[in-house]
């Protein structure tokens, strides 16, 4: 039996797992406060934007977003499996795509940022 | 001559989608996994948001705007519960991935998991306190 | 020594006459103090001779007598009937096939702990001679809770992957093979990875960890089976990124 190549999406699986459980019940709390009407001043329109327009936190972001969408469809995937859907090629496909398919919309967003 | 033995194997048939309910830890293991849509969900919500902060101060004051919907509360209340449980667990389980063996013995699973939970206090205090949350 | 009604409901099976496993109800009176192998034995002494399951040593050590005992997998002897109140379920372990009764097919499990070469593979072959292989406690103390395994296969029937995929390869085969790539005396886990690292090896797992759970001798299947993969991946993208490393 030959080696298997699935290291190429668990490797990110495992990378964004753990990046999401660092990061990601703190960025939800943020929006919270936000709908809450509570806005964390980083979220206001003028200081958000001069933020994101930085190189360094436009490449940040993209790698959140890649290994957060990334992790949450490979996980789907698996619970798609486990709850019986046994078409699991095209699962893996469908799910795969959405996560690079957000990846690169969020970079088309980043470089389109308006300047100060 | 010895007498004819017969086989006629059976297997016994599981649930195909709700055989987690046989024990309380699959259930946990499900709501564990369940956690990821909600992550990939609130992730492309902020991929959203990126859209509509590129699209100018309007756009981004309406997503402000969607954001204090009741849809959009109870969806960040789910969102916060399970990404938590998915922080929970995966900390948790953080010392039989990585088991730390000094010299002879190895670190405890509690001082592995337990200095993952502090970093994780840490990092969400630092993510709260830049964005000025506080 | 105090007694105990005891009712217990076993998964029949006979392939000559069945088509369909049942259960039978049988109740005796037990001691207090006995686990439910004991209830097994006499029922089979003083009930039903025909009853058929699998045991030997009577001390959690041979890994015979696992089955489902109120729907967990259990090594029978080491289960207490004073911990059952109740009926007592008793059926054979779950994602086997049944043999008959109690007693299940196990040579996908036997099949599988071949493959992996379960046993030393000398980094370095040497005479007699040259003396034992010699190892510290630090080495030693590295693999030696995965040599703990019995092969009772509790985690098999524990593992939902494995219920939903029997070509896993599945936690024990895979903790054993584990237990051997950490021992400093071996040199076979390029032959291992081979097998473990394969498709149905341990990229099969979910880590339900529901075999770690289960586990009688508290092995911990389910972080051996977390560092395959990630030493696994680790081989994969130093081989995709510096070929220069591969021989």
Redesign the interface.
């Known amino acids: 039996m030959a080696q298997s190549n699935k290291p190429i999406v668990w490797g990110p699986f495992a990378a964004g797992g753990t990046l999401t459980a660092f990061l990601t019940p703190a960025l939800i709390l943020l929006t919270l406060l936000a709908g809450l009407g509570h806005v964390p001043e980083l979220l206001a329109y003028e200081a958000l934007r001069a933020f994101a327009s930085h190189g360094l936190v436009k490449l940040g972001l993209g790698v959140v977003i890649f290994l957060s969408l990334w992790s949450a469809a490979h996980r789907l995937r698996i619970t798609c499996y486990d709850l019986g859907v046994r078409a699991d090629t095209l699962v893996a496909t469908l799910v795969y795509a959405v996560a690079i398919a957000g990846t690169l919309a969020a970079a088309v967003y980043l470089l389109r940022l308006p300047a100060a | 001559m010895a007498e004819q033995v017969t086989r006629k194997p059976y297997l016994r048939e599981l649930p195909r989608t709700l055989w987690f309910l046989r024990h309380p830890r699959y259930v946990r293991y499900m709501a564990r996994e369940f956690s990821c849509f909600f992550i990939g969900a609130y992730t492309l919500m902020l991929v959203l948001g990126l859209k509509r902060l590129a699209e100018g101060p309007e756009a981004y004051a309406g997503f402000l705007e969607a954001l204090a919907s009741p849809g959009a509360i109870v969806f960040h209340l789910f969102a916060l519960a399970f990404s938590a449980y998915h922080s929970i667990t995966w900390f948790r389980l953080t010392p039989k991935a990585m088991p730390v063996q000094l010299g002879e013995n190895f670190l405890p699973d509690g001082v592995i998991a337990g200095a993952h939970y502090a970093g994780w206090a840490l990092v969400s205090l630092v993510v709260l306190w830049l964005a000025g949350a506080f | 020594m105090s007694e105990r009604r005891v009712e217990l409901d076993v998964l029949r ?1 006979n ?2 006459t ?1 088509r ?2 049942h259960f039978q109800r049988y109740s005796v009176t037990c001691r207090e103090e006995w686990v439910v192998l004991d209830a097994l034995n006499h029922v089979k002494e003083t009930v039903d001779p025909t009853l058929a399951y699998r045991w030997s040593c009577h001390m959690a050590v041979c890994g015979s007598c696992g089955m489902m005992i109120n ?2 997998p259990k090594l029978a002897c080491k289960s207490f009937l004073r911990d059952y109140p109740g009926v007592i379920r008793v059926e054979p372990l ?2 086997f ?3 008959r009764d109690l007693v299940t ?1 196990i040579d996908d499990f036997i099949a599988k702990l071949t493959r992996v070469k379960p046993y030393l593979i000398p980094k370095e072959a040497k005479p007699i001679e040259a003396g034992e292989y010699r190892q510290t ?2 080495q030693l ?2 693999y030696k809770q995965f040599t703990l395994c019995i092969n009772c296969m509790l985690c098999y029937a524990a593992c ?1 992957e494995y ?2 995929i029997p070509k896993f390869m599945g936690p024990a085969a895979i903790s054993l093979a584990h237990r051997w790539n950490q021992d400093s005396r071996d040199g076979g886990r390029a032959e291992r ?3 473990i ?5 341990v ?1 099969e797992c ?5 075999c ?2 289960v586990c009688p001798e508290h092995v ?1 299947p ?2 051996a089976l ?2 395959v ?2 030493k ?2 680790i ?3 130093l081989a995709h990124t510096m070929p220069w490393l591969n021989k």
Not at chain 3, 197 to 201: D, L, P, R, S, V
């Open positions: 099976y392939p000559e069945d369909t496993p729907g967990e779950a994602h096939p049944v043999e097919v406690p630090a103390k590295r939902p219920g939903m990875q081979e097998e690292a394969a498709t149905e090896g990229w979910s880590f339900t960890g529901a770690s759970e911990d389910a972080a977390q560092r993969k990630i696994s991946t081989d994969w993208y």
